[in-house]
């Protein structure tokens, strides 16, 4: 399974569903968005178990997307959900912080298991987790694990288009693997222990501060994501949704909510379909009363504040119309194919590098 193939569905709603399997991490980088730690909570593993087992080959995801903290501090419900996942038809990704690689020694065989069982394997490495985990370390493990089965990609976080350090990995990653190895480049955003570093606001998209809001679509209220205890939100933004937990976000828990149950939920709460139709600036803007505040996510926890707007939504989105509008908005979204994604949420200049190695022949 190539990143490209995710990128491409990476705003259809429901496509794919996120599982944050832990908040546990043996590393300490200094940007870490969940602010993992390897003494932070870990909840029972049956809510991920059981969603996972209500997929059926009617009615599942594309994708599951696990990750923490570090997934593969449980490497056998890693191995499981990817097992009982491909039953139903869904494919598996998976991304780690490689904390095993930096001695040196053989991948141990539990972790071997789990990364064999997934379709994709993608691998954080960034000036932060270089201090934890080398460069060189990293590429052993990588070219090992492209021997196993499943296909491979980098994900680098960095400081914008002009930064050297991006520039330079990216040349040795296409090196090292012969333009085999896709990459996504994401800009380093204020979340998690990030901000302590000043870098850029967080939000998945630039927004105007100030005047009138205009229409931006949030791709990161289309898939859903299962938090560490269970609990289902239709937004993957886990430092600020997860946090608030505000009801409109909610969608269930995933110990007593199957899939089909949530996927309907998802889809069709015109608030949430407001979101990401028109991102919750412009859905406050036109559905809303007052006025309208310039943080993009900030703005979208308190939608439900605003007792009239959900009920305004429901009469403009709520309609048979409501479905074919947002499908109008997504194939606008989708015109770019696997780059648009990394565009518009990634470093613009390295977004091409998400279809490295792919034919696109894949399934």
């Known amino acids: 399974m190539h990143l490209a193939e995710m990128a491409v569905l990476r705003a259809v709603p429901a496509a794919g569903v996120f599982l944050a399997l832990t908040r546990r991490c043996p590393l300490s980088c200094a940007h870490c968005s969940t602010e993992s730690a390897m003494d932070a909570a870990e909840h029972a593993d049956r809510p991920f178990r059981r969603l996972v087992a209500s997929f059926t080959r009617q009615e599942h995801p594309e994708f599951i997307a696990m990750s923490g903290g570090e997934a593969l501090l449980r490497p056998r419900l890693v191995r499981d959900l990817a097992d009982?996942?491909?039953?139903?038809?869904?494919?598996?990704?998976?991304?780690?912080?490689?904390?095993?690689?930096?001695?040196?020694?053989?991948?141990?065989?539990?972790?071997?298991?789990?990364?064999?069982?997934?379709?994709?394997?993608?691998?954080?490495?960034?000036?932060f987790h270089e201090r934890e985990v080398g460069r060189r370390a990293a590429f052993r493990v990588l070219r090992e694990i492209r021997s196993w089965g499943p296909q491979v990609s980098v994900q680098i976080t960095g400081d914008g288009e002009a930064d050297p350090y991006v520039a330079d990995l990216v040349?040795?990653?296409?090196?090292?693997?012969?333009?085999?190895?896709?990459?996504?480049?994401?800009?380093?955003?204020?979340?998690?222990?990030?901000?302590?570093?000043?870098?850029?606001?967080?939000?998945?998209?630039?927004?105007?501060?100030?005047?009138?809001?205009?229409?931006?679509?949030?791709?990161?209220?289309?898939?859903?994501?299962?938090?560490?205890?269970?609990?289902?939100?239709?937004c993957c933004n886990e430092t600020l949704a997860a946090a608030a937990r505000p009801p409109h976000l909610v969608l269930g828990h995933a110990d007593h909510d199957p899939w089909p149950v949530l996927r309907r939920r998802h889809l069709d709460r015109p608030l949430a379909?407001?979101?990401?139709?028109?991102?919750?600036r412009y859905a406050k803007a036109r559905f809303g009363a007052g006025a309208v505040a310039s943080g993009y996510c900030d703005v979208c926890v308190t939608l439900h504040r605003d007792r009239g707007l959900g009920e305004r939504a429901a009469g403009y989105l709520g309609s048979p119309a409501g479905p074919a509008m947002e499908g109008a908005v997504r194939a606008l979204l989708e015109r770019h194919g696997p780059y648009g994604f990394a565009r518009r949420h990634g470093i613009a200049r390295y977004s091409e590098l998400v279809t490295l190695g792919w034919e696109g022949r894949e399934r």
């Open 273 to 280: 379909r407001a979101v990401r139709m028109f991102g919750p």
């Open 171 to 234: 040349r040795e990653v296409r090196e090292e693997f012969a333009d085999r190895v896709p990459m996504l480049v994401v800009p380093l955003r204020s979340v998690g222990r990030a901000r302590a570093l000043n870098g850029p606001a967080a939000g998945p998209v630039a927004v105007p501060p100030e005047g009138p809001a205009a229409p931006a679509p949030c791709e990161l209220a289309a898939w859903p994501l299962v938090t560490y205890d269970g609990t289902v939100l239709t």
């Open 84 to 127: 009982s996942a491909r039953l139903s038809g869904t494919r598996s990704y998976l991304l780690s912080g490689l904390f095993f690689a930096r001695d040196g020694h053989a991948v141990p065989p539990a972790l071997r298991a789990a990364i064999s069982a997934v379709d994709h394997f993608a691998v954080s490495l960034d000036r």
